[in-house]
């Protein structure tokens, strides 16, 4: 597959504006979702929905984040199916990005307008259809908006920067959605607004309206076919989709993604209960943690990319599962050490910068080449469908996170009950490590392919 032109460096930027966009209401629902509806004692909200448990385990709560996940199994491949065989004249990935920005921004609203301001089960029904009809929507923008990076990116050393571009933009949705408690503060003070709920619905719907902005801005400013040349596939989904899930590097990359998916789930949902729970500190807080992460994370940007371009993936992604796992540990004694809660929330932000750059542009590239390979071994490009299955996996990941976080709640979410909130970062620690032993069983063998290629051995 060859490009008629490079997009340039502008063009680069603007698609990554997709990526910082789509993060924005990805992650919004991870930090404020469970906070929003179940929220802690001292949070001057209302819980909008029973944090009961049936058979002792499961809260409605996290059957209608599982509930999600399971329409998901198909959504995903038949978005991905539609846009690898799309013939529209202005391409297959445009045209459904451009679709799907309204939707986002309009669903993503209504999940935090619950029908009924107090504890409801009513509430629960009304999520579940809003979560559904969400995460569809953000379907149809992600799966062909990753899809285009190996399109656009033709050799190892493009698809590096591509995903650098895409993991700049993506962590800067994660410190944007970050902010939400702290623009609630803004509004709340300025408007002098009746209640927090109310803040909290001001700040998430400037945040979203923001985040769809950005989200149209390659839909309608990158000319696909201009820079890139596409085939549409000629076989069925069954065979293609056995295609896509007999290939073993991708298998062992796909699990490894889901499980740090929820870790990071796990640090998202949390991160307002580790401050106002753990740390007695202001929730608002929340945004400058995850800024100093983000800014730290840059530093380590060209290291990565020197080192992956010669040497390959595979140590990097270990390492970085590694010393999350080991940050995610640390929570456990959040509030225990002698050291003022200062301290202990920005030593957490600081370490955890180095697996947040590492986990954030290199999961790009390797899928971005492992569908590449694919494509020169089968003669059919089938980018959608390796990037449904990915983003299957990060929903995935995203609502086990979701699910584990708010069944720990039972055992404690509150000042002096809180051994829920601890025990999610033991559980984290633990999904890391299990995550680096995963990837230690895959082959880089994409990596010296790609050299072969690209230097022509």
């Given at each position: 597959?060859?490009m008629?032109?490079?997009?340039?460096?502008?063009?680069?930027?603007?698609?990554?504006?997709g990526?910082?966009g789509?993060?924005?209401?990805?992650?919004?629902?991870?930090?404020?979702?469970?906070?929003?509806?179940?929220?802690?004692?001292?949070?001057?909200?209302?819980?909008?929905?029973?944090?009961?448990?049936?058979?002792?385990?499961?809260?409605?709560?996290?059957?209608?984040?599982?509930?999600?996940?399971?329409?998901?199994?198909?959504?995903?491949?038949?978005?991905?199916?539609?846009?690898?065989?799309?013939?529209?004249?202005?391409?297959?990935?445009?045209?459904?990005m451009?679709?799907?920005?309204?939707?986002?921004?309009?669903?993503?609203?209504?999940?935090?307008?619950?029908?009924?301001?107090?504890?409801?089960?009513h509430?629960?029904?009304?999520?579940?259809?809003t979560?559904?009809?969400?995460?569809?929507?953000?379907?149809?923008?992600?799966?062909p908006?990753?899809?285009?990076?190996?399109?656009?990116?033709?050799?190892?050393?493009?698809?590096?920067?591509?995903?650098?571009?895409?993991?700049v933009?993506?962590?800067?949705?994660i410190?944007?959605?970050?902010?939400?408690?702290?623009?609630?503060?803004?509004?709340?003070?300025?408007?002098?607004?009746?209640?927090?709920?109310?803040?909290?619905?001001?700040?998430?719907?400037?945040?979203?309206?923001?985040?769809?902005?950005?989200?149209?801005?390659?839909?309608?400013?990158?000319?696909?076919?201009?820079?890139?040349?596409?085939?549409?596939?000629?076989?069925?989904?069954?065979?293609?989709?056995?295609?896509?899930?007999s290939?073993?590097?991708?298998?062992?990359?796909?699990?490894?993604?889901?499980?740090?998916?929820?870790?990071?789930?796990?640090?998202?949902?949390?991160?307002l209960?580790?401050?106002?729970?753990?740390?007695?500190?202001?929730?608002a807080?929340?945004?400058?943690v995850?800024?100093?992460?983000?800014?730290v994370?840059?530093?380590?940007?060209?290291?990565?990319?020197?080192?992956?371009?010669?040497?390959?993936?595979?140590?990097?992604?270990?390492?970085?599962?590694?010393?999350?796992g080991?940050?995610?540990?640390?929570?456990?004694?959040?509030?225990?050490?002698?050291?003022?809660?200062?301290?202990?929330?920005?030593?957490?932000?600081?370490?955890?910068?180095?697996?947040?750059?590492?986990l954030?542009?290199?999961?790009?590239?390797?899928?971005?080449?492992?569908?590449?390979?694919?494509?020169?071994?089968?003669?059919?490009?089938?980018?959608?469908l390796?990037?449904?299955?990915?983003?299957?996996?990060?929903?995935l990941?995203?609502?086990?996170?979701?699910?584990?976080?708010?069944?720990?709640?039972?055992?404690?979410?509150?000042?002096?009950?809180?051994l829920?909130?601890?025990?999610?970062g033991?559980?984290?620690?633990?999904?890391?490590?299990?995550a680096?032993?995963?990837?230690?069983?895959?082959?880089d063998?994409?990596?010296?392919?790609?050299?072969?290629?690209?230097?022509?051995?």
């Open positions: 597959m060859f008629k032109e490079k997009l340039p460096r502008l063009g680069q930027v603007k698609y990554a504006f990526a910082l789509y993060s924005v209401m990805y992650n919004i629902i991870s930090v404020m979702l469970i906070y929003f509806y179940l929220p802690p004692s001292n949070a001057r909200m209302i819980e909008l929905v029973p944090n009961v448990s049936f058979f002792g385990v499961i809260t409605g709560l996290s059957l209608v984040l599982a509930f999600g996940r399971l329409t998901d199994a198909i959504t995903d491949p038949l978005v991905a199916f539609f846009s690898d065989q799309s013939k529209n004249k202005k391409g297959r990935r445009i045209p459904y451009r679709m799907a920005v309204f939707p986002t921004l309009l669903f993503g609203i209504l999940i935090f307008l619950p029908i009924r301001n107090e504890t409801s089960d509430n629960l029904i009304w999520l579940a259809v979560l559904f009809l969400f995460y569809l929507s953000l379907t149809i923008y992600i799966v908006f990753n899809a285009l990076l190996p399109e656009l990116a033709r050799t190892r050393k493009e698809k590096i920067y591509y995903a650098a571009y895409v993991s933009g993506f962590v800067g949705g410190v944007l959605s970050s902010q939400t408690p702290l623009l609630a503060d803004i509004f709340e003070l300025t408007f002098q607004l009746p209640t927090r709920s109310l803040a909290m619905q001001f700040s998430i719907g400037t945040i979203a309206i923001l985040a769809a902005i950005c989200m149209a801005v390659p839909s309608w400013s990158i000319n696909e076919k201009k820079y890139c040349v596409a085939t549409p596939i000629s076989i069925p989904l069954h065979t293609a989709l056995k295609q896509t899930l290939n073993r590097n991708f298998i062992l990359f796909i699990f490894t993604e889901t499980l740090y998916f929820v870790a990071l789930s796990i640090i998202a949902s949390g991160m209960y580790f401050l106002s729970v753990l740390l007695n500190l202001s929730e807080l929340g945004g400058a995850m800024g100093l992460m983000v800014i994370s840059l530093i380590f940007y060209p290291l990565i990319i020197a080192y992956s371009k010669a040497n390959g993936y595979k140590l990097l992604v270990i390492s970085g599962l590694l010393t999350l080991v940050c995610m540990g640390g929570v456990y004694f959040m509030g225990k050490l002698p050291f003022s809660p200062y301290v202990q929330i920005f030593s957490f932000s600081i370490i955890a910068s180095y697996p947040l750059a590492v954030g542009v290199l999961p790009h590239a390797i899928i971005a080449e492992i569908a590449h390979l694919d494509s020169k071994n089968t003669g059919e490009q089938k980018e959608g390796y990037y449904a299955v990915r983003n299957f996996a990060t929903k990941g995203q609502t086990l996170g979701l699910f584990i976080f708010a069944l720990l709640t039972i055992l404690g979410k509150d000042p002096e009950n809180d829920g909130i601890r025990l999610s033991i559980i984290g620690m633990g999904l890391c490590f299990l680096a032993f995963l990837f230690s069983r895959y082959r063998q994409s990596f010296v392919l790609s050299l072969r290629e690209e230097y022509q051995i």
